[in-house]
């Protein structure tokens, strides 16, 4: 699909410096900009590639001022790296609009389905399934009885979402994803084997949830594991069972969450961080990568390390930490000193 700079402009109010006519069918990098593509300078440390790119359009700021001619036609926009971020949306938008059923799919007929929907080839939709407006599901997904799946939302290849749960509006569930599997719940009798504890509850996703790919969300044992609207979850993720995750909150890759444990609103959570069961972290906290979080956390802490401590403290202790040799050989020789 190709676009002229005027239209580019239209869509984000922006003023045409060129040939409004030249037209673009792809986006590249500044400094690997090729005829027909389109690019953007936001920040100046790339002003030098201006002029040496051979993308036909690029959107730049207002200030922008070029210090000699700019190949390329340029539109002026009053926030180029935000105008370029709405570009990509529409444009993501328009390269995943499908409608219609393929064929085959196994859609039962207890399901029901709202307008302008897609469910790509090879997917199953089980019984009593209800899909919302302008829902894509794309092809080998499996859509357990009972799921919901509310309006705009997106299931891409091979998601699997078990029986019972419910997807919200304006939702991305990424490949890979499985929402509603069994919470690792197991007794131990008295010769030490272990019975698997039945979990009945399911999951709810709220609004505007993003989940990445090969992420795993467990069904809760009894009432749900909920996710509450705009939470980010990145890619190979685990929340167990009855977990609970407060608005906004962003989390990391590789990341577990242990069953029942709450987590606040707008947390910001590193990869690769370890989180204990049957606590409850507060709104607003920051976890750096790796730490092992094993105690409650009050609203705005910043923690690092494992286990982890306040992130002020771990800093100053790393620094004792590296010396730690050198402090020891300090304290023998004192040691040493004391009797001669």
Same mark, same amino acid.
């Given at each position: 699909?190709?676009?002229?700079?005027?239209?580019?402009?239209? $869509?984000?109010?922006?003023?045409?410096?060129?040939?409004?006519?030249?037209?673009?069918?792809?986006?590249?990098?500044?400094? +690997?900009?090729?005829?027909?593509?389109?690019?953007?300078?936001? =920040?100046?440390?790339?002003?030098?590639? &201006?002029?040496?790119?051979?993308?036909? $359009?690029?959107?730049?700021?207002?200030?922008?001022?070029?210090?000699?001619?700019?190949?390329?036609?340029?539109?002026?926009?009053?926030?180029?790296?935000?105008?370029?971020?709405?570009?990509? #949306?529409?444009?993501? #938008?328009?390269?995943?609009?499908?409608?219609? &059923?393929?064929?085959?799919?196994?859609?039962?007929?207890?399901?029901?389905?709202?307008?302008?929907?897609?469910?790509?080839?090879?997917?199953? !939709?089980?019984?009593?399934?209800? !899909?919302?407006?302008?829902?894509?599901?794309?092809?080998?997904?499996?859509?357990?009885?009972?799921?919901?799946?509310? %309006?705009?939302?997106?299931?891409?290849?091979?998601?699997?979402?078990?029986?019972?749960?419910?997807?919200?509006?304006?939702?991305? !569930? =990424?490949?890979?994803?499985?929402?509603?599997?069994?919470?690792?719940?197991?007794? *131990?009798?008295? #010769?030490?084997?272990?019975?698997?504890?039945?979990?009945?509850?399911?999951?709810?996703?709220?609004?505007?949830?993003?989940?990445?790919?090969?992420?795993?969300?467990?069904?809760?044992?009894?009432?749900?594991?909920?996710?509450?609207?705009?939470?980010?979850?990145?890619?190979?993720?685990?929340?167990?069972?009855?977990?609970?995750?407060?608005?906004?909150?962003?989390?990391?890759?590789?990341?577990?969450?242990?069953?029942?444990?709450?987590?606040? #609103?707008?947390?910001?959570?590193?990869?690769?961080?370890? !989180?204990?069961?049957?606590?409850?972290?507060?709104? =607003?906290?920051?976890?750096?990568?790796?730490?092992?979080?094993?105690?409650?956390?009050?609203?705005? +802490?910043?923690?690092?390390?494992?286990?982890?401590?306040?992130?002020? %403290?771990?800093?100053?202790?790393?620094?004792?930490?590296?010396?730690? *040799?050198?402090?020891?050989?300090?304290?023998?020789?004192?040691?040493?000193?004391?009797?001669?």
């Amino acid at each position: 699909m190709k676009f002229t700079a005027q239209q580019i402009a239209d $869509i984000l109010q922006g003023e045409v410096v060129g040939n409004p006519d030249i037209e673009v069918s792809k986006l590249s990098k500044i400094e +690997e900009g090729t005829e027909g593509a389109l690019t953007f300078l936001a =920040n100046s440390k790339y002003n030098a590639y &201006i002029y040496t790119t051979k993308a036909s $359009i690029a959107i730049v700021n207002k200030s922008f001022i070029p210090d000699t001619d700019v190949q390329a036609t340029l539109i002026k926009v009053d926030d180029a790296y935000k105008s370029f971020s709405k570009l990509l #949306e529409y444009y993501n #938008e328009i390269k995943n609009t499908k409608t219609g &059923i393929e064929s085959p799919v196994f859609l039962s007929d207890s399901a029901q389905h709202g307008e302008n929907i897609y469910i790509g080839a090879f997917s199953y !939709i089980g019984e009593n399934v209800r !899909i919302g407006d302008h829902v894509k599901i794309y092809p080998n997904t499996y859509i357990g009885d009972n799921v919901v799946i509310d %309006d705009h939302s997106t299931i891409f290849s091979g998601a699997k979402i078990y029986s019972d749960c419910a997807i919200g509006r304006h939702c991305v !569930i =990424n490949s890979g994803v499985i929402i509603g599997a069994d919470g690792f719940g197991f007794v *131990p009798n008295e #010769e030490g084997v272990y019975s698997k504890v039945p979990q009945i509850g399911n999951v709810i996703i709220e609004d505007h949830v993003e989940i990445g790919a090969a992420t795993t969300i467990d069904r809760a044992t009894l009432g749900s594991t909920i996710i509450r609207s705009g939470v980010k979850l990145d890619n190979h993720i685990q929340i167990a069972h009855n977990v609970e995750i407060g608005k906004n909150t962003v989390i990391a890759a590789q990341t577990g969450v242990a069953g029942s444990t709450k987590i606040g #609103e707008n947390c910001q959570i590193g990869g690769q961080v370890g !989180i204990v069961g049957h606590i409850t972290i507060g709104n =607003n906290v920051k976890i750096q990568a790796q730490s092992g979080i094993g105690r409650n956390v009050k609203d705005n +802490e910043m923690l690092q390390g494992s286990p982890a401590l306040p992130y002020g %403290d771990f800093n100053k202790s790393y620094v004792h930490f590296k010396n730690l *040799p050198k402090i020891i050989k300090n304290i023998n020789d004192l040691e040493k000193n004391k009797w001669e």
